[in-house]
């Protein structure tokens, strides 16, 4: 078996797969031409279908046909803890299920949704409860009232807000990034503590206090156990829209944890893989096995072009599409060349988008991975 | 009948000439082919091979335009670019025709990004047709000067005494109601055959579907049109961030516009990297098709049937009191709308003449500018705000998005409609807002999809990731 | 430019931004790059965004987008355009910094300039400049393998860094010879102030320096050359590649020294401080000094942070003096959290401006792996 791999990708699927290959001790380059999915995402990863009511029906152990399409449902249930721990390695605690119920979380919009594994600053919890939200004017993705309104229509339980106004220094630029540099910085902490002192007043002590997500990005939860502590309360957050705090900060700490752990994380577009490595659009080439965790249409992949025949850019190759848009986002790449492998949104067969998202780069990355290590056992 | 550019130019001639006047149309304005079209302020030159007469109103109409509705007319100019298989004498016979009509002509330098072997280029006045804002300025003109829009109204009947037109039956959310009317005038483009059968008198109409491509970026500053005979896809239209290119002509069976074929879409991608050979790269927004009424004479020739000119035609139907328009182009729409009034006020004995052609149409609404503002944009692709929106407090999503222009920017609506249907849900309630957003939704996915390649299929991907698994909307 | 339309919206690069982390009135890069960019074509390149002075120009953004927009090369057209809009003497100032290879002719190093001096002219108060140590000497081989491209920053502050480069190179054998013979800049400064027309002229004439010297294989020192040479010079300023293989003189050195010669090198249990720089992220990646390092059997630490705020001459420019501490700080943070013992005697870094800059704020000695490389060979 050779030392050297190259992965190419760097979202969830591409830094799973590196790091399994880091803990069983191989070579590990990442190649990517741009940013994976995390930044678009909270980071809670899911295994649910969605019933027409959107109720939660979600326990992983309701779908067992769909999870067998890619492991046993005690694979399933080991991969989870591998997530976890994984999670845990770089500094993310997770919350979890327990046995037969789901977390439910909600949504930006208000809707209380089934999550499986959710990140420990996400505001999550078994049976739904009310709540006191406090947001600032200029949080353009939550309006409070229109989310407390579709949370009573989903929970039947009351919320209740304070809209506040922002700080000085806002402007109406500001995205979710900005917010969270501000109270990464000493002036933001203390403006944030002294606001919320003032916002709780009159607000039931008994009941979670939430926040939009953009509650810093290295210091997040230092902050949030500091505020809880002083408002004797749980503080927790609710994830925004693109660009997300939660996936922001995982992607930053795992790539960090993973440089620092040796692994090569290069810039460049792969345009040829070979049983020899990958050649980049400048021409570099990296030696090693190659793994595709490129992610699909959504995640440059696959391209499409305007005649309707679809690419794999990383080799080359054509994909056949039926033209109908529902194959698009389970449409997978190539699957069987000796040449690499494939994991992630690119080996298709999966709607992540209905079906619960991560939960599919989780199970082809183990899937991928128990036949790998099948395959070394074997050489032996 | 109907809220098109030809419905509010004839109700807007008659207003001005002491008419009480009425529109209705069972959409929002522009819901027909008014909404639906390829933005040209024709100069006519493209049809001065084919149709002279069109091709010197198109020219006299433009320039009318230029000076009555001038907000909403962009002085873009336009080019014509021959193709190296067009004979010299037919670009000879081309600049004859537009002389003839005084459609101003003159050789041009070539254009980035044009197929360098299209190297004979010649410059007329072309401009662009800002729509909707025209069509709603036409509505509160209308209004203001005591007349009244009725949209999401549906004429279902007409009701008669003595051959004479008297009441109309109309249907809209609240419910049925009559009234009554001393004349209609059946504008309703496409449908208006169907109109028409409701006072017993259907017309003959063909219908034909042109399909057209939106680019999200503003490729070319002017407009350019392919020096040839008029055929498919053979005209690009910048439109202020945006370009269209288009079109097609395939007859279709219903009037309202059906989703683009995608191997329709093809021919027309095919088509334009022959004048754009890097189109294919462009990033594409959305297809759309906009659907032509066209109107074929019977072979007898009623009395009451008059050619007026071979692009349109005014029908005057047996009973009294009822008109009809068919045809024609936007860049005429007040020329059709002076005939026809002038038709409808002879009826009803009013004699004060036009003054379409030298009234200015009421101003632009206060456009708002982005960098000033001391609030976020909702929607950052468009630049809108919450003051924009307040400003047509009381519609739909749907109508806040042809009003305000959010949501039809670069994402499609992916990160600004749940941000705008929130604000809604607090005049109209969840419920009803959420309902609106699947509407919203529905209407941009449909022209995502019939061009989903490139960005744009990445685009529709990271919307349903957005939708389904960011936000919690209903996966159906 | 080539998908200059091709924005998604997805703020992937909002993400990766690190201006928007510590700057509250900047506008970040969706905004300014490819929104601006759309409006601008439309409304004839009008309207500009102050805010678009305080870009870096690292690039970051461009290397996160998943839709491969021009985000930064963007926003620097926009720059061009607002610079008619900004202050005479800000622009006098910035036509200087624009052509270091001219500042560096002065009789004094930029160390000595008189603060009065540099106030008047809207240089920063807070920044360290780099004293004078010019080249003492030019190999010239009458046929070489190698040419190394001495930039504006090492020919007149990098002497030792030059030196030390060359000597490794001649242990391993290969004859090399300095490129181009007179003072040269690739352009980069320029096009990072966003004058774009300075930079094409700058880059033409060291582009034809460089061929009256032709090498085949060109190596640079500092990463932001090697992007700019390689990728930007043939993409955004019309010219050829100068050389067959362009490549960081680090890279080259991990790829073809020989086993022997690291075994020259015994530095077992010693921790070394690692920063690749923001635009070394874009130009090639992660991982070539972590090897470089762990080749002397060292320890590699990166520093891991996304860009120090140095970035080139911008530090040095008053309006960014908060910008250039607060990131200078996060450097000073993430150090801290590293929590080093003992602490580092040394921190890698190619460029030598991101060098003072670190060294400022972490007060950990920062060299160029070159010169640390040597030291480590002739100890004393
Ligand atoms: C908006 C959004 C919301 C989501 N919400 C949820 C959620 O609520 N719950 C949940 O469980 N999951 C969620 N997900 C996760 C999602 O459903 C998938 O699981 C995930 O996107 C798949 O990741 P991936 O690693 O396969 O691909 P990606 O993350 O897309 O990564 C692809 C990588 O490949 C690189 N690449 C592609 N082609 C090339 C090439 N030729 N050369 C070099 N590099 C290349 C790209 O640059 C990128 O780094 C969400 C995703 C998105 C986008
Ligand atoms: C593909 C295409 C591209 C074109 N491009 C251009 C161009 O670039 N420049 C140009 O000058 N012209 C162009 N035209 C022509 C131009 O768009 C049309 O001539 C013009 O829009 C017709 O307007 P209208 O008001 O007659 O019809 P419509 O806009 O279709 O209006 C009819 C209205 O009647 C309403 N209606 C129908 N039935 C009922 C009912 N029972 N009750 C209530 N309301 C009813 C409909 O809802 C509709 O709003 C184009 C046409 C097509 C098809
Ligand atoms: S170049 Fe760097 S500083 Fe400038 S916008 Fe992009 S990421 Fe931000
Ligand atoms: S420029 Fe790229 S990264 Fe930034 S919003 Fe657009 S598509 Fe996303």
Redesign the pocket.
Same mark, same amino acid.
Request: charged share 10%; net charge positive.
């Given at each position: 078996m050779r030392r050297e791999w190259v992965v190419v990708g760097k979202g969830p699927s591409g830094l799973l797969s590196a790091s399994l290959l880091l803990s069983a001790g191989y070579d590990v380059t990442i190649v990517a031409h741009g940013q994976g999915s995390f930044p678009l995402w909270s980071g809670t990863l899911d295994f649910y279908s969605v019933d027409q009511q959107l109720r939660p029906v979600a326990h992983p152990g309701d779908h067992r046909d769909l999870l067998s399409r890619y492991l046993s449902y005690d694979q399933w249930l080991s991969g989870w803890d591998t997530w976890r721990q994984i999670l845990a390695s770089i500094g993310v605690e997770t919350q979890v299920d327990a046995m037969g119920a789901n977390l439910l979380s909600p949504t930006v919009t208000g809707v209380l949704y089934p999550r499986y594994v959710v990140p420990g600053w996400q505001y999550a919890c078994p049976v739904p409860e009310p709540v006191t939200v406090v947001s600032w004017h200029g949080i353009v993705d939550l309006d409070l009232e229109s989310w407390a309104a579709r949370y009573q229509l989903s929970s039947g339980l009351e919320a209740e807000i304070r809209y506040r106004p922002a700080p000085p220094s806002w402007s109406p630029r500001w995205t979710a990034l900005h917010w969270a540099g501000f109270f990464d910085t000493e002036v933001g902490m203390a403006w944030l503590e002294h606001d919320l002192d003032e916002a709780a007043v009159g607000t039931n002590a008994q009941y979670p206090l939430l926040l939009p997500q953009v509650i810093g990005i290295r210091g997040t939860e230092k902050i949030l156990n500091r505020l809880s502590l002083a408002l004797g309360r749980t503080v927790k957050e609710i994830p925004l829209v693109a660009p997300a705090l939660g996936g922001i900060r995982i992607q930053e700490r795992w790539q960090r944890f993973l440089v620092r752990q040796g692994v090569r994380l290069l810039t460049g577009e792969v345009i040829l893989v070979n049983n020899d490595g990958v050649k980049l659009a400048d021409g570099r080439m990296l030696a090693g096995r190659t793994v595709l965790a490129t992610g699909g249409v959504l995640g440059g992949g696959l391209r499409v072009n305007w005649d309707h025949t679809v690419v794999n850019t990383a080799t080359g190759e054509a994909v056949l599409w039926s033209g109908n848009p529902e194959d698009l986002p389970v449409l997978s790449i190539g699957g069987d060349s000796s040449s690499y492998d494939v994991v992630g949104r690119s080996s298709g067969n999966w709607n992540g988008d209905v079906h619960g998202g991560a939960g599919q780069t989780l199970a082809s990355v183990l899937k991928w991975w128990y036949s790998l290590q099948q395959e070394v056992s074997l050489a032996k | 009948? *109907?809220?098109?550019?030809?419905?509010?130019?004839v109700a807007w001639d008659l207003m001005l000439r002491g008419v009480a006047v009425i529109v209705?149309?069972?959409?929002d304005?522009?819901? *027909?082919?008014?909404?639906?079209?390829?933005? !040209?302020?024709?100069s006519g030159a493209r049809y001065v091979l084919t149709d002279a007469v069109a091709a010197g109103q198109?020219q006299a109409e433009n320039l009318c335009l230029r000076r009555i509705a001038g907000p909403y007319i962009e002085d873009t100019g336009g080019l014509f670019a021959a193709p190296p298989e067009v004979p010299d004498r037919l670009i000879d016979q081309w600049k004859q025709g537009c002389r003839a009509v005084n459609i101003p002509v003159a050789e041009s330098v070539v254009v980035k990004g044009l197929n360098s072997r299209w190297n004979r280029v010649f410059s007329v006045n072309d401009g662009v047709?800002n729509?909707y804002p025209l069509l709603q300025a036409l509505a509160r003109g209308i209004e203001e000067g005591g007349g009244r829009v009725l949209t999401h109204?549906?004429?279902?009947g007409a009701a008669e005494a003595n051959g004479k037109i008297r009441k109309v039956i !109309?249907e809209s959310a609240e419910g049925t109601q009559e009234l009554a009317v001393d004349a209609v005038v059946n504008?309703? *483009?496409?449908?208006?055959g169907?109109?028409a059968a409701?006072w017993g008198d259907p017309l003959p109409l063909t219908l034909?579907?042109?399909?057209?491509v939106l680019f999200s970026h503003r490729q070319q500053p002017q407009v350019i049109n392919r020096l040839d005979m008029p055929g498919d896809g053979d005209?690009l239209?910048p439109h202020d961030h945006i370009s269209i290119w288009?079109?097609?002509d395939r007859e279709t069976a219903l009037?309202e516009a059906p989703p683009p074929d995608y191997q329709e879409v093809i021919e027309l991608m095919e088509r334009g990297q022959e004048m754009f050979p890097d189109m294919g790269q462009w990033r594409v927004l959305r297809a759309f098709?906009?659907?032509?009424?066209l109107y074929r004479a019977p072979g007898s020739g009623s009395a009451s049937t008059r050619d007026i000119s071979r692009d349109?035609v005014v029908v005057e139907h047996p009973l009294s009191g009822a008109f009809s328009?068919?045809?024609?182009?936007?860049?005429?729409?007040r020329l059709?709308a002076q005939q026809v009034a002038d038709r409808v006020a002879g009826y009803l004995h009013y004699s004060t003449p036009c003054q379409t052609q030298s009234h200015p149409l009421p101003p632009r609404l206060e456009s708002f500018d982005s960098s000033g503002l001391a609030e976020p944009f909702l929607c950052e692709c468009e630049r809108v705000s919450t003051r924009q929106l307040q400003q047509y407090s009381g519609g739909s999503l749907s109508d806040l998005r042809t009003r305000t222009w959010f949501g039809m920017g670069p994402c499609q609506g992916t990160f600004c409609g749940h941000r705008v249907a929130a604000w809604q849900s607090l005049r109209v309630g969840v419920e009803q807002s959420d309902q609106e957003l699947l509407n919203f939704r529905s209407e941009r996915e449909r022209g995502m999809l019939s061009a989903l390649w490139g960005d744009n299929a990445v685009e529709w991907l990271l919307q349903r990731n957005i939708r389904f698994q960011g936000l919690g909307e209903p996966t159906k | 430019m080539l998908n200059d339309d091709a924005c998604l919206k997805c703020s992937l690069c909002i993400a990766a931004c690190p201006i928007v982390r510590v700057d509250s009135a900047f506008s970040g890069p969706k905004a300014l790059g490819p929104e601006w960019w759309r409006s601008a074509v439309a409304d004839d390149l009008q309207e500009t965004d102050p805010s678009v002075d305080d870009c870096t120009f690292c690039q970051l953004c461009e290397e996160a987008c998943p839709a491969q927009v021009p985000v930064a090369h963007l926003i620097a057209q926009h720059k061009d355009r607002h610079r008619h809009h900004r202050s005479k003497v800000a622009r006098l100032r910035d036509f200087a910094l624009a052509h270091p290879h001219w500042i560096g002719r002065l009789p004094i190093g930029p160390d000595k300039v008189p603060r009065i001096f540099a106030k008047a002219v809207r240089l920063s108060g807070n920044a360290d400049y780099p004293p004078k140590s010019p080249l003492s000497f030019s190999p010239r081989p009458s046929v070489p393998d190698i040419g190394l491209f001495v930039d504006c920053f090492n020919r007149d502050y990098g002497g030792e860094t030059v030196q030390a480069a060359v000597w490794i190179l001649h242990q391993l054998g290969y004859r090399v010879q300095l490129v181009p013979e007179e003072a040269h800049c690739c352009g980069a400064a320029a096009y990072a102030s966003g004058r774009l027309k300075d930079a094409k002229d700058i880059a033409s004439s060291t582009y034809d320096a460089l061929k009256r010297t032709p090498v085949s294989t060109l190596l640079t020192l500092n990463a932001t050359c090697d992007g700019t040479i390689r990728d930007e010079w043939p993409r955004y300023l019309g010219l050829n590649s100068p050389a067959a293989v362009i490549m960081p003189w680090t890279d080259w050195i991990v790829s073809h020294a020989p086993q022997q010669f690291w075994q020259r090198l015994s530095e077992k249990d010693r921790k070394v401080l690692v920063h690749t720089t923001c635009r070394g992220k874009v130009a090639q990646g992660e991982g070539s000094m972590e090897q470089l390092v762990a080749l002397t059997s060292a320890m590699p630490v990166p520093l891991g942070i996304a860009c120090c705020g140095a970035a080139g001459s911008y530090a040095f420019k008053a309006e960014h003096e908060d910008a250039a501490q607060a990131l200078g700080k996060s450097a000073k943070a993430a150090l801290d959290e590293l929590d080093l013992v003992p602490e580092p005697e040394s921190m890698l870094v190619d460029s030598g401006t991101c060098a003072l800059h670190l060294h400022q704020y972490t007060d950990v000695p920062a060299l160029h792996p070159a010169l640390w490389l040597y030291k480590k060979l002739n100890p004393g």
């Open positions: - | 009948m *109907g809220a098109g550019a030809t419905g509010l130019g209705v149309d069972q959409g304005l522009a819901h *027909g082919t008014s909404g639906r079209f390829h933005g !040209l302020l024709h198109c047709i729509g109204t549906r004429l279902v !109309l504008a309703a *483009g496409p449908w208006a169907e109109v409701l034909s579907r042109g399909v057209m005209i239209v288009g079109t097609t009037p098709t906009g659907v032509r009424p349109f328009v068919i045809g024609g182009k936007w860049t005429t729409f059709m | -």
